[in-house]
C-alpha cells in the first residue's frame, strides 16, 4: 500500500507537470481527485488495512492528496496565465494608432441654398410640398391661365414628353400651386422647392434643368401688401437686414397684378459704391430674384376657391442663380457636372 500511494502520487505530480492546458489539467485532476479517482479510492481501502496500521496510512495518503492538490492550484494559476498572457500577444491593440478617416459626403451646393430659403420661409409658418417633374399641360399651363396660344407652351421653351398626349417636363413649380390647392382648402402658407426643365442649351447661364422655389399663400384679406412684407423679410434674411428691394411691375399669366423684384447689386454694396463695371450686375445695380404677383382670380377658381372670398399671393425664384450670387459662380455648369473638387468646397 505504501509502494503503490508513492507510485501514485509521483505519476499525478508528473502528468500535472505535462498538462498544456487548463482542460487537460482538469482531467487529470478527475483521474487522481473525483469521486472515483485513484487516491480517492485510496482513502476508501484504508477500511481493508488492520486497524494498527490505519493511523500511520491514512497520514500518508493525507499527504499524497494535498501534494496532488496543491500541484493542481500551482499548475492551475500557471496555465491561467499562459492563456492570459497568449490573448494579449494575440489581440494587442495599439490604440494610439490614428483612426481611419471615413471620407465625409457634403451637401450639393444648390441643396444648402434651398435649405436656407426653404427655412426662412418655414420660419413664417409655411409648409414644404412637392410636386411631379413629369407634369401635364392642364396643370403646367391651362389651370394657370395660359392662353391657348401663350408663347411658353411653345416647342421652344417646353420640352413635351413621347410618350404622353400631352406629358411634358415642368417648365416651373407653380404647377404645383393647383396640386396643392385643389387638394386643400384655405388658409395655406407653401413652399415648393423643385427641379424645372426647359429647352435650352448648357452655357455658363442657362441649363435645360435648374431649380426654382415657389411660394404662395392664400387666405381672407390677403393683399399686395402682404406680398411685399413677406418677401422682403425673406430677401433680408438671405442677403442681409440693409438689402434693398425694389418691386417692378412686369406679366404673369396667373399673377394680377404681377411684379419682378430686385435686390441692389451684393458686389456693388459690399464695394460700397456703384460699380459700372461690376460683373455681377453689369453696372446696372439692380439683380433681378423673382417673379411674383397676387394670384389670378381664375387660378383661384380653376382650383375651385371663391375669388370673392380669398385671395392669395406667389412668387417664384431660381434657386441656381441665387446660389450664384451667393458664393461668386461664375458658371452654372458647375452645378450640374458633379465634379467632386468643386462639390467639396462647400461645408454643410
Ligand atoms: N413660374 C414663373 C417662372 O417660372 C415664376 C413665377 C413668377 C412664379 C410669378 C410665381 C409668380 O408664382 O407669382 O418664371
Request: hydrophobic share 45%.
Amino acid at each position: 500500500m505504501e509502494e503503490e500511494l508513492a507510485r501514485l502520487r509521483e505519476a499525478a505530480l508528473a502528468e500535472i507537470a505535462a498538462c498544456g492546458t487548463e482542460a487537460e489539467l482538469e482531467a487529470v485532476r478527475v483521474r487522481y481527485l473525483g469521486r472515483k479517482g485513484s487516491l480517492t479510492e485510496a482513502v476508501r481501502g484504508l477500511g481493508r488495512v488492520p486497524p494498527a496500521e490505519r493511523p500511520a496510512l491514512g497520514a500518508l495518503v493525507n499527504q499524497a492528496k494535498e501534494a496532488v492538490e496543491a500541484a493542481v492550484a500551482v499548475a492551475g494559476e500557471r496555465l491561467a496565465a499562459a492563456r492570459l498572457a497568449e490573448s494579449l500577444a494575440h489581440d494587442r491593440i495599439d490604440v494610439t494608432l490614428p483612426g481611419r478617416r471615413r471620407p465625409r459626403g457634403h451637401a450639393h451646393p444648390l441643396r444648402l441654398v434651398e435649405d436656407e430659403i426653404v427655412d426662412v420661409f418655414v420660419g413664417m409658418g409655411f409648409q414644404v410640398a412637392e410636386g411631379p417633374e413629369v407634369e401635364d399641360d392642364y396643370h403646367n399651363f391651362a389651370a394657370l391661365n395660359f392662353g391657348a396660344d401663350h408663347p411658353a407652351r411653345d416647342a421652344q421653351d417646353t420640352l413635351f414628353l413621347a410618350d404622353g398626349p400631352d406629358l411634358l417636363l415642368r417648365t416651373h413649380t407653380s404647377p404645383v400651386q393647383i396640386r396643392y390647392m385643389r387638394a386643400t382648402q384655405p388658409p395655406l402658407r407653401v413652399v415648393v422647392p423643385g427641379t424645372v426643365y426647359r429647352r435650352d442649351d448648357l452655357d455658363p447661364t442657362h441649363s435645360p434643368m435648374f431649380q426654382q422655389v415657389e411660394g404662395f399663400m392664400v387666405d381672407e384679406r390677403v393683399s399686395f401688401a402682404d406680398l411685399k412684407g413677406v418677401l422682403v423679410h425673406f430677401l433680408r434674411r438671405l442677403f442681409g437686414a440693409e438689402t434693398g428691394v425694389r418691386f417692378r411691375p412686369s406679366f404673369f399669366p396667373f399673377t394680377e397684378p404681377s411684379a419682378e423684384v430686385d435686390i441692389a447689386c451684393v458686389r456693388c454694396a459690399a464695394a460700397g459704391a456703384a460699380d459700372p463695371a461690376c460683373r455681377v450686375c453689369r453696372g446696372r445695380q439692380w439683380l433681378e430674384i423673382l417673379g411674383a404677383g397676387m394670384i389670378h382670380p381664375n387660378v383661384l377658381r380653376a382650383v375651385g376657391y371663391d375669388p370673392e372670398t380669398v385671395q392669395g399671393f406667389a412668387f417664384g425664384l431660381g434657386t441656381d442663380r441665387i446660389a450664384i450670387l451667393r458664393y461668386g459662380i461664375e458658371d452654372l455648369r458647375l452645378f450640374y457636372e458633379n465634379d467632386l473638387r468643386f462639390l467639396a468646397q462647400f461645408p454643410s
